[in-house]
Structure formats: C-alpha cells, structure tokens
C-alpha cells in the first residue's frame, strides 16, 4: 500500500474510532471501517468545470419562480423576484467579495432579511483540532461576510452556531477562526443549550417521524445554511443538507439511513437562503482531513434560496451530479427543491 493509501486509510480509521467515542458506534457498526470513494473524482490538477453564461441561463421569457416541484407550502423563500438568478455562483480570490458577489445575484440579502429581524447563521464548525485551511471547516470570511450583509439589511441580531464534530464548541469555535470573524463583524457566537433540544415532529418524514432539534433554528425569522463543501467517507459529500445534522441530538441514528433521514430533517428544517462555501474544497478523507493535499483551491461561493440545487451545483465541483448524493436526491424526491440545473437561472460571476 502505497504511504497516500496507508494515511487515507489511518483518516478514516480514526474517523469510525471518533464517531463511536462520539456515541455513534451503534449506527457505525455495519460500516467497519469502509468507506464510499467518489467514482468521479477529479484529479487535483484539473481546472474547475465552468459552463457559458448562455448554456446556464435560459432565456428572459422563463419565469423566474421555482420549478416544478418546488413544495407549495412552507417554501424557503419568497419566489424569485423577475429578473433576479435562482441560482449564483460566483469565483475570485477574495471570499468575502465572491460571498456578496452570490447573495447580490440572487436578489440581495435584503430578500431574505426584514428590518428587525433576528437571523441564525448555521456553518460547518467541524472539529477543534484544525483550522478551516484543511478544507473540514466553513471559511470565517464567508460566515462574516454574510453577519454583515444581515445586519445591514436590518436584522437586530445574529447568531452564529454548530455542534461541532469533534471537540467542545468553545474551542472548535476559536480554532476555526469563526469566532474572532463573528464577532468582528457584529455577530455573536452561541453555545448550543441541550435544554433548547426538544424531540420535534417531522410531518413530512418518509423513514424518521420525529427527532431532538434545537428549536431556535425552528423560530428564528431567518436560518441561513453555510456549509463548506467537501468529501465525507459515508454521504460521499458533505453539503448543506448534511451541514442540517449540526443542529440535532442523536446524529449518530440518522447514519442508520443516512440519504433518507437527512432529507427528512432537511423536510423541518427549512433554511430560506444556502451559501455553499466552496473556496477551499476537501476532495479525499473527509470529513475530517488532515492533509493539505487533498485540499483545492476552487475559490468559489454558491448562493440560492433552493437548498437542493444548491446541493446539486456543488456536487458538479466534484465531477458529481445531485442525484448521485443519497440526500439530496432524496430531498428532490420530497418535493424540497429541484435537481435539474437546466431548468433554473443560474448566473456565474467572476468577481
């Protein structure tokens, strides 16, 4: 085995042992230490796929709402404004102009957020043990920017929060560099209370039809999902319906049925705007990493108010599609967003 297998297979070793040190041994003890590779990854020197403006945005007659089987009820947000993208992705060397570059597309945050409003911004914090340039955790300039384009529109408070992965949240707060962001531009950094926990019904779910959720994300005017995209040794990616597990108990139990139960959650919890971190994206061993080689430097941030073709569009930054992402196609199937990215408005900005 060559020394690259042998530290790919120590990462996901030690990935199994801190799931189970975590109380997830239950849910892991049919994995062993297996793990799903990406059957199309690109190869680190490959250039990021881009498409023409013309092969992504239909044309000016296309109604510019949600696709068909976008849910009638509880959307994620206002339908699209005409004339504004479903989808933004946007690509530069500085995170905090492609994040505002993003938002801007899709109808500015002042489409998501009213005067006085109290916002959470739920990023991937993911362990306390390394900084986000390993590609584990959501950039701190993009989680920033986004604290100042929410109070700048008129939101009285946000609040930053995860349950981190691996370490106390204290600490993987500061290590990530999220705190110290946060708080520099306005926001605050909460400790997640177990008594805010409550076992909450889930109408809509198809294979779980209740779990612990931290209510305040239930409450909140606006909850914006912030996840960095990456590989994950079982979900294949970790994307922003995945990032959702942060904000529940016994995540351990949703692994028994991972693509199913994540939707399900994703069917509650209902972010109205997603903001794919995909400036520096961990293409091998996660979620975790470890080793700077694995990370690459796509420099690019995805916005829309459609958590599954958010999904969907950061899949392709890994030679994937949406469907080939157990929970986000199912979340399709739900009725919680689309997959087809032929059908949206997407806008690509160089910034």
Not at 30 to 48: F, N, Y
Not at 197 to 210: E, L
Not at 295 to 310: G, K, Q
Request: hydrophobic share 45%.
């Amino acid at each position: 085995m060559s020394e690259k297998a042998q530290q790919r297979a120590l990462t996901r070793r030690a990935f199994v042992r801190l799931m189970a040190a975590a109380g997830f041994g239950t849910a892991l003890a049919s994995c062993g230490d297996a793990s799903i590779p990406l059957s199309r990854e690109l190869p680190a020197t490959t250039p990021l796929a881009t498409r023409s403006a013309a092969a992504t945005v239909p044309p000016a007659t296309t109604p510019a709402t949600p696709p068909t089987g976008a849910p009638a009820t509880e959307a994620p947000a206002p339908a699209t404004p005409q004339g504004v993208a479903y989808l933004a992705v946007a690509r530069g060397t500085d995170p905090k102009a492609i994040t505002r570059a993003a938002v801007a597309a899709i109808g500015g945050m002042e489409r998501f957020v009213k005067s006085g409003n109290q916002v959470i911004i739920k990023p991937n914090i993911c362990v306390d043990y390394r900084t986000y340039e390993y590609g584990a955790t959501t950039n701190p300039d993009v989680v920033a920017t986004l604290v100042e384009l929410c109070l700048a529109a008129g939101a009285r408070r946000v609040r930053v929060m995860d349950l981190p992965f691996g370490g106390s949240p204290e600490s993987a707060y500061a290590r990530s560099g999220i705190a110290d962001a946060v708080e520099a531009a306005g926001g605050e950094m909460e400790i997640m209370n177990d008594a805010k926990f409550r076992v909450t019904k889930i109408p809509q779910g198809q294979d779980i039809a209740q779990w612990p959720v931290y209510q305040d994300v239930l409450t909140a005017d606006l909850l914006i999902d912030v996840p960095i995209a990456k590989h994950h040794s079982l979900a294949r990616l970790s994307l922003a319906g995945k990032n959702l597990m942060g904000v529940v108990q016994n995540r351990g139990g949703l692994h028994a049925n991972l693509g199913q139960r994540v939707a399900d959650l994703a069917s509650l919890v209902r972010p109205r705007l997603t903001v794919v971190d995909a400036v520096r994206t961990l293409m091998d061993s996660g979620p975790t990493g470890g080793n700077l080689d694995d990370v690459r430097l796509t420099n690019a941030v995805i916005a829309s108010h459609d958590i599954v073709a958010a999904d969907a569009y950061a899949a392709t930054l890994f030679g994937l599609e949406g469907q080939d992402i157990a929970y986000v196609k199912a979340a399709a199937a739900m009725g919680l967003g689309t997959l087809d990215l032929t059908a949206i408005r997407i806008e690509e900005i160089a910034a």
